[in-house]
């Protein structure tokens, strides 16, 4: 029945073009002969797995299907791929004379007969810190043909022509042209059995955290195959977020393992229509960024293009720069901050290596720091972390004066500010955690022992903490970590979520009324899947009123 049904379509649509041949064709530039080169290699990978390849030397311009089709008409060709080709500046680097390109190509695939539905085009853009966008665009160039290659070759063996020739249902001469194919058949076949493995699994697992989210009562965003890490939020209440996501490529053969390409990492603004803006891209970041409670800056670490680093303090409302750190090669940081206005940067090097403060001038070394983030300590600024030894230290970063604070227990994260001082929590060595405020001078005010250790802790207006804890919900298994609010006083913190998942990385919006967290997705335990990076979305829940 199947290779009649076949027949009967062919005689139908009137194909006239060879099923098996492929005419290439580009269309925009990106650079010249790196252009030329894909369009090459991406030929030969086709003519290597018993396509007909033939090279339209003339650029098509802007896409179009007619005119595509046009093309695969003058050869007798049934498929038509349209490589698109785009670059340019996307901003200045971090080093004279660079910037940051992006390039990008896109295919689409025409087939002859205008009916038969196209599958959808398939873009990889990569962006990076260079003097000329040669480098980026050579080094791209093998992704893009192990990528689009096996794409072209998909959309080919599935579409009407060459499925009927396949299958035995052609002239004598049609079939002996697809001799070499056959041999590749099965596993291009079995490359697309892997594809649409992968894109169930990421809906099951989109379903499933939408069932969760949605008996929860909180709402969550982000592909749970991607990576959107929580930097943050703005002064609009809005999440910042870090996308750090890796995109699948599907071979022929296929991988046993994970095979992916990298493309650029931003920065961007969760709307509350859903819609995503970007303050800043980049090749790669160096870690999650942050944006502490009611500030103005946040920090991010991007590279170079000598593969140094650089600490950015971003403007969070458009991404623009308020100060810039670079760091010397081989140096990479254990831990970032910049001040709330942008003034001041702050860095402690990996590996007990020296915290530096810096405003613009030199950098002023803080050797009895070991780590530490800015806070307010009434209307002072003050850099608050843990000495060598563990234990409290305040430092003035203007003058780089240290001064200890009495407290109980090791340093552990700054929760926030009151009208009376910093607010910070220690871990004694008991393993009991101490909600802490201290003074500018570094003047113990309250300690006050908590029911249980809270991670992320951030103080918000009503003088509650939110965080993550170990704790179980009503409804709930025991054992992982969920959102928790706890108020001074009370015997234990009160769970906001519940459910299977992993919370972690929480921020508060500023206003008090929702708690925004990264909700950590199950890593996939087919090898095939793994982009080797922790699977997370972003969520948000409603902070009850006291």
């Avoid at 896109?106 to 007969?113: I, K, P, Q």
């Avoid at 697809?178 to 169930?200: C, F, G, P, Q, W």
């Avoid at 207006?461 to 804890?469: E, H, I, N, Q, S």
Wanted: with cysteine; glycine share 10%; aromatic share 8%.
């Amino acid at each position: 029945m199947r290779r009649v049904l076949g027949l009967a379509l062919l005689a139908a649509c009137g194909g006239s073009g060879e099923a098996h041949k492929i005419v290439l064709v580009s269309s925009g530039t990106m650079e010249s002969s790196q252009d030329s080169r894909l369009m090459r290699d991406l030929g030969d990978a086709l003519d290597e797995m018993g396509f007909a390849v033939v090279h339209d030397p003339e650029n098509l311009g802007d896409f179009d299907a007619d005119a595509a089709r046009a093309r695969a008409g003058l050869v007798d060709a049934a498929h038509a791929a349209v490589v698109i080709f785009e670059a340019g500046k996307e901003r200045p680097g971090v080093l004279p004379g660079t910037h940051l390109w992006a390039v990008r190509a896109t295919v689409h695939m025409v087939n002859e007969r205008p009916e038969f539905a196209a599958p959808e085009p398939y873009t990889l853009e990569f962006v990076r810190e260079d003097s000329s966008l040669t480098g980026i665009a050579s080094d791209a160039r093998d992704t893009w043909v192990n990528a689009f290659a096996p794409y072209i070759a998909d959309a080919a063996v599935h579409s009407p022509q060459l499925t009927a020739v396949l299958n035995g249902e052609g002239e004598t001469r049609a079939l002996l042209a697809v001799t070499d194919l056959k041999n590749y058949e099965d596993l291009i076949r079995s490359r697309h059995e892997t594809a649409t493995e992968y894109a169930a699994y990421c809906q099951a697992e989109g379903e499933r955290l939408q069932s969760f989210a949605d008996a929860e009562g909180i709402t969550c965003y982000g592909n749970p195959c991607g990576q959107y890490a929580m930097v943050g939020v703005n002064a609009d209440n809005r999440p910042i977020v870090q996308d750090l996501s890796r995109l699948p490529i599907f071979t022929v053969p296929p991988k046993r393992k994970g095979y992916w390409a990298e493309p650029p990492e931003r920065l961007f603004v969760i709307e509350a229509d859903r819609s995503e803006r970007d303050l800043l891209r980049s090749g790669n970041f160096y870690g999650i960024g942050t944006v502490n409670q009611g500030h103005a800056v946040g920090a991010v670490e991007t590279f170079t293009s000598e593969g140094t680093s650089a600490l950015w303090g971003f403007d969070t409302r458009d991404g623009s720069k308020k100060q810039m750190v670079l760091l010397g090669p081989g140096q990479r940081n254990g831990v970032s901050d910049i001040s709330p206005d942008g003034a001041f940067a702050l860095w402690c090097l990996r590996d007990g290596g020296m915290c530096h403060v810096q405003a613009g001038g030199a950098p002023t070394e803080l050797p009895a720091l070991s780590w530490g983030r800015f806070g307010w300590a009434g209307s002072e600024l003050r850099i608050i972390g843990a000495d060598r030894d563990g234990g409290v230290l305040l430092v003035d970063p203007t003058s780089g004066k240290a001064s200890p604070v009495k407290a109980k227990g090791r340093f552990r994260a700054v929760a926030g500010k009151t009208d009376a001082g910093l607010v910070f929590v220690t871990r004694d060595d008991r393993g009991a955690c101490h909600l802490v405020t201290a003074d500018a001078t570094g003047k113990v005010l309250a300690d006050e022992a908590m029911p249980q250790c809270i991670d992320d802790p951030t103080l918000v207006a009503d003088g509650r903490l939110v965080g993550t804890a170990v704790v179980t919900h009503p409804d709930d298994v025991p054992g992982d970590a969920e959102v928790v609010v706890w108020e001074p006083g009370m015997t234990a913190p009160f769970p906001l979520t519940s459910g299977a998942y992993r919370e972690e990385i929480v921020y508060p919006s500023a206003d008090g009324k929702t708690v925004f967290f990264n909700r950590r997705m199950d890593a996939p335990t087919d090898p095939r899947f793994d982009t080797r990076v922790y699977r997370r979305a972003v969520c948000e829940v409603e902070l009850p009123e006291k």
